[in-house]
């Protein structure tokens, strides 16, 4: 009943910056907060950034103060803006939406490389 949608993902050089999209579709009306992992091979999934259905935000350390999380909660869209991207920020990056359970997108690969 809920899909999720990435976009935005794609290659980018170090220092460079890039926004990912992702947009919710289906019959629930609203989540209690909507964010962003990624992964790498090898490496657990790791949280991002979440933005709540009131507007509250929450990063983690290793991105805080480079990344940016917005939504827009008519278009049922969450965003990220990822500034002064590093060699370490290449991995496939994940959307989820939570109402009670998460949702997840499938995914959108970015690669940060000279």
């Known amino acids: 009943q809920v899909q999720l949608v990435e976009s935005g993902g794609g290659l980018v050089q170090p220092g460079g910056s890039l926004r990912l999209s992702c947009a919710a579709s289906g019959s629930i009306l609203g989540f209690n907060a909507m964010g962003w992992y990624r992964q790498t091979p090898g490496k657990e999934r790791e949280f991002l950034a979440a933005?709540?259905?009131?507007?509250?935000?929450t990063y983690a350390d290793s991105v805080k103060g480079r990344f940016t999380v917005s939504g827009d909660n008519a278009k049922r869209t969450v965003y990220l803006q990822m500034n002064s991207l590093k060699h370490e920020d290449t991995a496939v990056y994940y959307c989820?939406?939570?109402?009670?359970?998460?949702?997840w997108g499938p995914g959108t690969q970015v690669t940060v490389s000279s």
């Open positions: 989820y939406a939570h109402l009670g359970q998460f949702y």
């Open positions: 933005i709540t259905s009131g507007g509250g935000t």
